[in-house]
């Protein structure tokens, strides 16, 4: 080989090297997640959505990054939240709630998001339609609309005498507006008063409690997001101590000494999120990953709790039920 020659292919290697190790540092990039929470760790269904990640091999300071933000139950940080994780330019963002997704959806029209909310997507603007949400955002629904309307109509199966019923749920949450209008239109047949006990704001919790020791309702329907999830203990001792039967969503909170609970295992709906996320790691659009909605529902009833607070649960009911805590 001659000397100019090689000389030429020196010069071309030094020039060409820079760009071969920048395209390989880009194939080899770790991928960077936001997350965004209303409430505050821990946070049992964050931590089912990372397993979900973990067992599709997704190992957090291994072969990914994730960037945490909580609300810490404040709704007013969530703008400053989600602008922040715009800025970090994640490659894309989970999330769970209604009003964390009103604030993503602000502040990104282009980071892939995945969520799993327990409001109708549709209703509150946030996915075109389920089949085809379009845009950055797509996810996992849990029904709430739908399910709390059946709840209340549980609650009469089990207590046939039911009349009044008091319903706890945030104002300040749009999704939960939905839900209260889709349970109050189905009140009325059932022969049920329904009593609004909503609130904007977990301080306000200490009137609702007053007015109920007042009026005494013969139930409670409870609508709990992450605020209200925040005040789990409160909202149950005071169940407890005037003996008022109450429902709830999710089996974690029957667990913890609530009543009954119906509707979608949570821990299994966040560990199906992590599949879509995987899906738009490896480079799928949310437009074109539908949200998913559960098929399977689960009656929990906690029996413990019945006997304390005087109350007798028809063995028909006990008979259907998926779980029964004694």
């Known amino acids: ?90 490659d894309a963002i989970f999330t ?21 909310s327990t409001s109708d997507p549709i209703g509150t603007g946030v996915v075109a339609s389920l089949a085809h949400p379009g845009g950055n955002i797509t996810g996992i629904s849990l029904l709430a609309s739908d399910l709390w309307p059946k709840r209340l109509e549980l609650l009469k199966e089990i207590f046939p005498k039911l009349s009044r019923v008091a319903k706890l749920w945030n104002k300040g949450n749009a999704g939960m507006t939905l839900e209260a209008k889709a349970t109050q239109e189905v009140a009325r047949p059932l022969g049920v008063v329904l009593q609004d006990r909503g609130v904007k704001d977990p301080s306000e919790l200490e009137v609702v409690f007053a007015a109920t020791t007042k009026d005494r309702p ?50 299994d709906a966040h560990r199906r999120a992590a599949v879509q996320m995987d899906k738009i790691l490896k480079g799928a659009k949310p437009a074109d990953i539908p949200v998913e909605q559960p098929t399977k529902f689960e009656l929990v009833i906690n029996l413990k709790t019945a006997k304390q607070i005087g109350l007798t649960i028809p063995q028909s009911v006990l008979y259907r039920a998926d779980k029964v805590i004694k």
């Open 1 to 90: 080989m001659k000397k100019g020659t090689f000389t030429f292919f020196i010069l071309a290697a030094l020039i060409l090297a820079p760009v071969c190790l920048a395209h390989a540092q880009k194939q080899g990039t770790i991928p960077r997640m936001g997350v965004l929470r209303l409430g505050a760790p821990p946070d049992a269904n964050l931590d089912a959505f990372i397993q979900g990640l973990r067992e599709l091999g997704y190992i957090e300071g291994k072969n990914i990054l994730i960037e945490y933000r909580f609300a810490e139950g404040k709704a007013e940080r969530l703008p400053e939240l989600a602008t922040e994780l715009v800025r970090l330019k994640v």
């Open 96 to 116: 769970g709630g209604t009003p964390p997704i009103f604030a993503l959806k602000q502040a990104t029209k282009t980071i892939p998001i995945v969520f799993v």
């Open 218 to 267: 013969d139930a409670f329907l409870t609508l709990m997001d992450p605020i209200l999830r925040s005040n789990e203990k409160r909202i149950l001792d005071f169940l407890a101590k005037n003996r008022l039967p109450a429902i709830f969503e999710n089996r974690e909170i029957v667990e913890a000494g609530g009543l009954i609970s119906y509707g979608a295992n949570y821990s």
